[in-house]
């Protein structure tokens, strides 16, 4: 596979996951009828509808991930197949993370409860957020992609309370004392 084509790929990724989550019945945009650029807390009905909130960290994350585990990994793979696995990773998710399966369990064991999944605009904005991400990280040192970790992790978690550990470990197994300190900064429950 070229670089070329890969890349051919990566855009049709865009495609994919906007036609997959629009026939699933996933809103274009946020129900409110706008598009921001920015939703600042994770307590809103906004969160997870526009082009970025603190989610948007993780999914860098992603990114970054996925280039740090090529190169320590795989130090030898073709920066093409590295590319491709990020694509797939990244449109992968955006769509198993719309599945009802998936929305569920969110709702129902982490700090996102009454998710019902993202907007479209939201989940392609996603997509390109990781693959930024990945593109970041493929240029960084070593050593400045494990600060960049430090930073989207230690930023998420301590500003919104929430990041992609905090979220895996919600997920995965629900530990009351963490939902507790999450829920403490929901303005809803003052």
């Not at 997509?127 to 050593?143: D, K, N, Q, S």
């Not at 500003?159 to 939902?179: G, Q």
Request: with cysteine; glycine share 8%; aromatic share 12%.
């Amino acid at each position: 596979m070229t670089l070329r084509a890969t890349n051919i790929l990566g855009f049709l990724g865009l495609f994919l996951i906007a036609g997959t989550l629009y026939a699933w019945g996933q809103p274009p945009i946020c129900t409110c009828g706008e598009v921001k650029l920015w939703v600042g807390t994770i307590f809103s009905s906004d969160d997870s509808q526009h082009i970025a909130d603190w989610y948007t960290l993780s999914h860098i994350l992603h990114g970054v991930l996925v280039a740090l585990i090529g190169r320590l990994l795989f130090p030898k793979l073709a920066f093409k197949m590295l590319l491709l696995v990020a694509i797939v990773t990244g449109v992968g998710w955006e769509i198993i993370e719309h599945t009802e399966f998936v929305m569920a369990a969110y709702r129902t064991t982490t700090i996102n409860m009454g998710y019902h999944g993202d907007s479209v605009i939201n989940a392609v904005a996603d997509y390109i957020w990781m693959m930024g991400g990945f593109f970041l990280a493929v240029r960084l040192r070593t050593l400045y992609i494990f600060i960049l970790i430090a930073v989207l992790e230690l930023s998420a978690a301590l500003i919104a309370r929430e990041s992609f550990v905090l979220s895996t470990i919600m997920l995965l197994y629900p530990i009351d004392a963490i939902e507790t300190w999450q829920q403490e900064s929901n303005p809803s429950k003052s």
